[in-house]
């Protein structure tokens, strides 16, 4: 299963970003092989809209979960239609962190109706 987590910064040491469609870098970790890809997020500057192509990326690097601080409307819409499953990590910790407290069942799902 691959697990997308917004970040601050590239690599699972990262800060965890909590803003979904204009985090920095999207870090996106296969749970089964335990190798972890970072993508610079061309959308951070970009005008409105970006939470459903935020979306799309996540798509389209397989991700079937997401891990986050929040999500706006329109993100949240495109989530929901794409079958994407988003948990809330709100604490300080690494991308690292966020994905054992997943693993662990620690993490709440974020409500997206």
Avoid: C, W
Wanted: proline share 5%; glycine share 14%.
């Amino acid at each position: 299963m691959i697990v997308g987590i917004t970040a601050r910064a590239a690599g699972t040491d990262a800060p965890v970003e909590q803003r979904f469609g204009r985090a920095p870098y999207f870090v996106f970790v296969d749970t089964e092989t335990g190798k972890a890809e970072s993508i610079e997020n061309p959308l951070v500057d970009a005008a409105g809209g970006v939470g459903p192509r935020a979306v799309q990326m996540f798509s389209e690097h397989g991700a079937t979960v997401v891990i986050t601080g929040q999500v706006g409307g329109n993100a949240a819409k495109a989530l929901e239609v794409g079958g994407l499953k988003v948990y809330a990590y709100r604490g300080s910790g690494s991308v690292a962190d966020a994905l054992a407290e997943y693993t662990a069942g620690n993490l709440q799902p974020l409500p997206l109706a």
